[in-house]
Each structure stands twice: as C-alpha cells, then as structure tokens.
C-alpha cells in the first residue's frame, strides 16, 4: 500500500503558481471582453440602428412595415433594382472569364514577365473606384479623345457603370481565381497525358471542376461589389439609378433617414446572400491536395505561351491606358481644348482651394487604421485562439469578426449615422472626427484580417502557450516574444491591407466627414460633381502614388525585417 506525502514547500510553489496563472488568465479575459465591447459598439448597435429605423417613423413612433410598403409602391424603386441587378449581372458576366483567363495564364503556362504582369493586374486596388470612372469620362466622354468610338451613344449610363466597374473588380476576382487554380495535383494531369487526352478535354474534366469553388467565391465578390459600389454610378452613371445611388441622393440630397434605412436593407440582402452562398459552398469543398499530392509545373509550349502573354500584354495595356489617362490628365491645363502639360489642378485646383487638405487627412487616417486596426484585429485573434478560459465568449467574436464581410461599407456608414449621430449617446462627441472614420474603415475591413490572423496564428503550435506557463512565462510575454516575431509576414500583410483600403475607401465615411476630416476619395466625389474633373483626378493621382510608395516601402520593411526575424524558416544549406 502506497501512501502519498504532502511538502508544505511544494504546496506553496502550486498554490503560487496557480494564482499567477489565475491572474494571467484575467488579463486575457479582460482583454477579449473589451474586444467584445469594441465589435458591440463598433458594428452590432449601428447594424441594430439601421433595423430599428426602417420601422419608425420620422419622430421615432413604431410604425411596423410602413416604411416598406411606401417604398415598394415608389416606382423608381423596380427601375433601380433592375438597373443594380442589370449591372451586376454584366459585370460578373464580362469579369469572371476576363479574370479566369487571365489566372490561368499566370499559373498555367510558362509566359515571361508573370510578376511584372501580375502586379500591373493589381494596380487597381491602388486607387478608389472612382477613378475608373474618371478614367472613361477622359476617353469615351462628351469631350473624351475617343468618344467617336461610341458611334453616336453616351458613356453615361449603362455602358460607363460597366466599364468602370469591370476595372475595379478585376483584381479581386484574380486574387481568388490564381489561389483557386494554383491548387492542382499534377497526378491528375500526367494520367490524362498518358491516356491521349486533349488540352480542350482536361481543361473542362480537370481544370473547372478543380476550381468550381473559386468561381463561385469569384461571382460572389463581384456581384456584391456591383450591387453595393456607389462611387461609379454617382460620377459616370448620368441619370441611371442604381440602388447604391438612391441611398446616396436620400441622405444627402432629402435628408429621409427612414427611407434610406429600408434602402440600406435592400442592399444587405444581396451582400448576405453571396456570402451564405459562399458560406455553405465552401463547407463543402474538399481538399485538392493530400500528402501524396506531386505540385503541378507547367510544360514549356511556345505556342500556347506565346499566346498567354499576348493576351494578358493586352489587359495589362488596357488597365495602364485605364489608369494613365486619369494621371495624364491631372497635368493637363484645359482638357480638352488646352493639352499642355502643368501643375495648374495641384496648385490652384487642390493647394489653392484647400482641398489638399483632404489628402492630408487621408494620410492621417490611413497611418491610424494600419497601426490601430492591426494592433486590434492581430490581438483580438490571438485572445480568441490561444488563451484559456470564457469559451462562450470565443464564438461570439468570431461570428462578429466575420460578419463585416456581408455588411456594405454603405449599410455601415448609415448604421453610424443613427448611432453616433444620436443625441443621447454619450460617444456622440466622435462624431465627424477621424478617429470614428478610422473606426468605421477597421470594421469594414475587419474580416479578411482577423481571417488572414487567424490562420497565421494556427500554423503556431498551442504547446508554446502550454511550456510558457509551465515556466511561469506570463502569456503577454509570449505574445511579443514567440508570437509577433513568426507572424510578422502575416501581421505586415494585415498592416498593408488596412493602410490601401484607408486611402481608398469612400462608401463607409461618404457620410460620416465634417468640413475639416474630408478624406481624399471623398474629395474626388465632391470634385466630379463640381465639374472639376481635373482636380478631381489630381488627387485620385496622388491617393494612387501614394499606394504604390507605401506598398514598395512595405516591400522593403518586409524584406529587411523578415531577414532578421524569420531566419529559422530557412536551413543552412538554403542561406
């Protein structure tokens, strides 16, 4: 029979130990109970103003479904539903085989210049939506240097939406479709060439039904950036009515709050939608590639790669001619009747009329969500991944991590409106300042990051959490000695993201500005609608400048950093 002795010194060291594990685990309580605050604040009670205003009346008296019916019998209404869902409907029709073609180029044949090419694809994410637009007024316009080519139609309407929205959804579909078509087991396509089959054949046998899943996230993302994108239709749309456009006139034309809520719903319902579509497709993807899986590496043909380049030569040429012109015509002095070359629109259209401002306070903007929103989303994933205990709190902020990705930025910008608008709210003093406009662009943005940290954080194994507490290593020592230092690729990416899209973003802070927090893309607006096309594409010159600086600079912080943080990722023989 055993018997079991009891040190009165080793019961000490426990009792010590668990009390700084309790206090440890506090801290981590503590801080995933402010992140919950935050996400309540920051994106459920605005999503929760929008609701309640659809069924009151304009002095705050419930009226159920009124607001609904007055609005359905609106005959302008059923115009701009089938003018948003024309529009979105063409786009993804035109984007995705534009799109696909182009990714299975980059990642199918052996072409040259595929990062040179693949970057120029990218140039889109640089620059707000607008300057597409902008960009086709300057072609095809009323004074555009090719409107013969329209034979006698208008750009405004239609056929500039179109076009304009096509530009800017072109890199996000790529983005999607190259990851999509990069995931192939070469197995596949060597037993195909061992029984005789042709290119045509394995295309459709191997090739789609391998990247079914991306094409449908593909059509998603581009049917929610059509129905939900206002910025276009308001510059080249003319008198063609979208949803998106209705809001905007709403609220800043008539002042009707209510209405626009019951809009702001409409344009919920599709983004939802997509992204249950999404949801439930992707539950049911299977993995492509298993362990026993052999990396595809496409075989040189000249033919076929020859015309691969020619191709993507082509979309690549168009996106430059798209882009050039805008940053073209900023330096022309009186287009079209006065084509030298000048500062005039950067002295006189932006320093002279103050509107530098504008820039300056997106400058601000962007350089507080890259730092505030990365530190937020990075250290909300890692209290939700890795620390212990309130297991019922860990699904919430996940749920309402993810839950921006089917908001509209505009469905979200009018939710702060009644929230922080609201007299009583003891926030309402946020109100037009940049802080709240910083706030709004972490949320819309929120969950392609927290996503991004969170598989970044699950490459880390919990038993570095586990030995840090064995060794009585509180977990924010961790954090920032193990954890930062191995996610920094990850964390860097997030940093970046946030610091484009601040620069860019326009449909959630159209309405949020005051005079003195104006932010650039929103200057552009307000720059088209006053006819000044010049400065307006001055400035969307400098927001695209800026971007392309901030991304080599990230580039190069990356490398250096990386150099000196990540060296355990390589072996001695690959140094």
Request: with cysteine.
């Amino acid at each position: 029979m055993s018997t079991t002795l009891t040190e009165p010194g080793k019961d000490v060291m426990l009792t010590e130990v668990r009390q700084r594990t309790h206090w440890q685990d506090r801290i981590g309580h503590a801080g995933m109970l402010l992140m919950g605050c935050f996400l309540l604040l920051a994106l459920l009670a605005p999503l929760t103003m929008v609701i309640m205003r659809c069924v009151e009346d304009r002095d705050g008296r419930f009226v159920g479904l009124a607001n609904f019916a007055s609005y359905f019998r609106t005959p302008a209404l059923w115009n701009s539903v089938g003018h948003s869902l024309f529009v979105a409907v063409s786009v993804t029709a035109i984007t995705i085989p534009l799109a696909f073609t182009f990714a299975y180029a980059l990642t199918r044949s052996c072409m040259p210049f595929k990062g040179l090419v693949r970057n120029i694809a990218l140039i889109p994410l640089l620059a707000p939506t607008l300057l597409s637009a902008v960009s086709f007024i300057y072609w095809f316009g009323n004074a555009g240097l090719l409107r013969r080519w329209m034979a006698g139609h208008s750009i405004y309407g239609a056929p500039g939406i179109i076009a304009s929205l096509v530009y800017a959804a072109m890199p996000h579909v790529l983005m999607i479709l190259i990851t999509a078509l990069s995931l192939t087991d070469a197995r596949l396509y060597e037993a195909a060439d061992a029984m005789g089959t042709s290119r045509l054949r394995k295309f459709f046998t191997i090739t789609l039904p391998g990247a079914k899943y991306g094409l449908i996230s593909a059509t998603m993302v581009v049917f929610t950036i059509c129905v939900n994108d206002f910025g276009v239709p308001i510059v080249i749309g003319g008198s063609y009515n979208v949803l998106s456009t209705d809001v905007y006139k709403l609220i800043v034309g008539l002042q009707d709050f209510n209405t626009s809520a019951v809009v702001s719903i409409l344009l919920l319902l599709p983004a939802l939608l997509s992204f249950a579509t999404d949801f439930f497709v992707r539950r049911k993807q299977r993995s492509l590639l298993g362990a026993r899986s052999v990396p595809y590496e496409p075989k040189r043909s000249r033919g076929f790669d020859l015309a691969m380049l020619a191709y993507c030569s082509v979309v690549c040429l168009l996106m430059m001619a798209i882009v050039g012109i805008s940053i073209y015509g900023s330096f022309v002095h009186f287009w079209p009747y006065n084509l030298t070359l000048g500062l005039s629109h950067y002295r006189m259209g932006l320093i002279g009329a103050g509107i530098i401002g504008a820039y300056k306070n997106s400058l601000e903007m962007a350089a507080l969500v890259a730092t505030a929103g990365t530190a937020l989303v990075f250290g909300g994933a890692y209290l939700v991944e890795k620390t212990r205990g309130m297991d019922w709190l860990r699904p919430v902020i996940n749920l309402c991590a993810v839950l921006p990705m089917g908001v509209p930025g505009l469905v979200l910008g009018i939710g702060y409106i009644f929230f922080f608008n609201h007299p009583a709210n003891p926030l309402n003093f946020l109100y037009g300042s940049l802080p709240l406009l910083a706030i709004v662009t972490i949320i819309h943005y929120y969950s392609s990051s927290h996503l991004t940290a969170i598989t970044a954080l699950k490459q880390i194994d919990n038993e570095f959490e586990a030995v840090s507490a064995s060794l009585k290593v509180p977990f924010y020592v961790t954090f920032f000695r193990v954890t930062v230092p191995v996610c920094l690729p990850a964390i860097l990416e997030i940093s970046r993201y946030f610091f484009i899209n601040g620069m860019t973003t326009i449909s959630a802070v159209a309405f949020l500005y005051s005079p003195g927090t104006q932010p650039a893309s929103v200057a552009i607006l307000n720059l088209d609608e006053a006819g000044q096309i010049g400065p307006a594409a001055a400035m969307a010159t400098l927001i695209v400048v800026t971007s392309a600086l901030v991304c080599v600079l990230y580039a190069l912080v990356n490398r250096f950093l990386l150099a000196r943080t990540q060296r355990w990722r390589y072996t001695s023989r690959s140094r």
